[in-house]
């Protein structure tokens, strides 16, 4: 089994969700290889921290800020507001941008003059 496959598969086989043969596959994998080992480890741990910290979906800003020290917490809800400003910002200046490309605009002078209005693609011009 590659590394690759067993790492989609690590959160199922911590929980439990895998066949019977695909776990045994995985567990055998695990028995040789330390890189997938380190990264099992990792899968386990993060998953009983998020079976320990209830939420309720509606006030999980508060129930993380309980979490985190309160000068931790201020300095980071002020980088996500700042953040949040910066991505309304970059926003607005890509809609000025597509309107800008999308905008129709008038064919140049030499464009005129050599008879490509109309046409998708400069064509060849017989005289």
């Known amino acids: 089994m590659r590394c690759s496959s067993v790492a989609d ?3 199922a086989f911590v929980d439990g969700e895998l066949p019977q043969a695909s776990a ?10 330390p890189a ?3 990264e099992l480890e990792e899968v386990s741990r993060v998953q009983r921290l998020a079976t320990t910290w ?11 800020r309980g979490e985190i020290d ?5 300095e980071i809800l002020e980088l996500v507001r700042a953040l949040e400003t910066e991505v309304r910002a970059l926003r607005a200046e890509v809609a000025t941008l597509r309107s800008a490309v999308n905008r129709p605009q008038a064919p140049s002078y030499g464009a005129r003059r ?14």
Do not use: F, M
């Open 9 to 11: 598969r690590l959160a």
């Open 24 to 33: 045994e596959r995985i567990k055998a994998h695990l028995a040789h290889c």
């Open 36 to 38: 997938c080992t380190v």
């Open 54 to 64: 209830a939420a309720d979906g509606s006030d999980v800003w508060n129930s993380l």
């Open 70 to 74: 309160p000068p931790q917490a201020d």
């Open 114 to 127: 050599a008879g490509y209005i109309g046409s998708p693609q400069p064509c060849l011009r017989i005289v």
